[in-house]
Structures are given as structure tokens and as C-alpha cells.
């Protein structure tokens, strides 16, 4: 399966997701905020295969960690989730970073799914499907 590196500020809903893809077998690594996640893609080489971010956090907000990441690795996939309509229009104009942005909220199906498209199918279906 897939390595992960989750970057949520929400201690709930970071738990939450890393929950739901450890149970695909995903190797999950969190992160609590944008700086910690970007010490933790620049510790581990980049060695990951998605980096599923939220939008708005401290510090570091997740359209600056994308920014970062994709300068530094960029082969990485990135999926970012917010649950703020303002937040998800500002990352339109990181289409060629970003693979999709998730509505929040979200159920344990749906972040699943998302993830699993990111990684291996179509995943504007995910876009089309929580927008």
C-alpha cells in the first residue's frame, strides 16, 4: 500500500482520516500543521506517495506547504481537503500540483475514496463527486 504523510491541524480529524487509511493498509505519518509536515517530507527525502493536506492551518497553511513540497518533490502527489468554500478557490490555481481538493465533511467512505483515486485512478471524480 500506499505511504502517506497527513497533514491536518484538527487533532479529531486527523485521527479520524488516519484511521480510515490505515485500514486500507496505508502507511500514515501526521503531521499538526503545514511546518511540521514539511520538516517531516524534508526528514524523510520525500520518500512518500500522497501528501493529503488540509488548506487552512497555522503556521504554514496548506497552499504553501503544496507550494514547498512540489518545488522540493515533485513527483509527489498531493490531495488537499478544507471545509471552507473561500479556502477550496483558492487552491484553483494549483491544478498542476494539486491532484483534487475534498470537501469537508467528509465520511470514512468518502476520504477512502478520495485517497484511492489519488493514488491510482481518475481523481477529478473525487472533485466532481464533493463538489
Not at 75 to 103: F, H, P, W
Request: glycine share 6%; hydrophobic share 45%; no cysteine.
Amino acid at each position: 500500500m500506499a505511504r502517506i504523510i497527513l497533514t491536518e491541524d484538527d487533532e479529531a480529524v486527523r485521527a479520524f482520516v488516519a484511521r480510515a487509511l490505515s485500514m486500507d493498509g496505508h502507511d500514515v505519518v501526521e503531521a499538526i500543521d503545514g511546518e511540521d509536515g514539511f520538516d517531516k517530507l524534508v526528514e524523510n527525502e520525500g520518500n512518500f506517495d500522497l501528501l493529503l493536506t488540509d488548506i487552512k492551518m497555522p503556521f504554514m497553511d496548506g497552499i504553501e506547504l503544496a507550494h514547498n513540497a512540489a518545488q522540493r518533490f515533485p513527483k509527489l502527489k498531493i490531495l488537499m481537503m478544507t471545509g471552507y468554500a473561500n479556502q477550496r478557490e483558492r487552491a484553483d490555481g494549483l491544478e498542476k500540483i494539486v491532484i483534487d481538493v475534498v470537501s469537508k465533511p467528509f465520511s470514512l467512505a468518502e476520504i477512502r475514496h478520495a485517497v484511492s483515486l489519488a493514488l491510482t485512478g481518475n481523481p477529478r471524480q473525487a472533485l466532481r463527486r464533493s463538489a
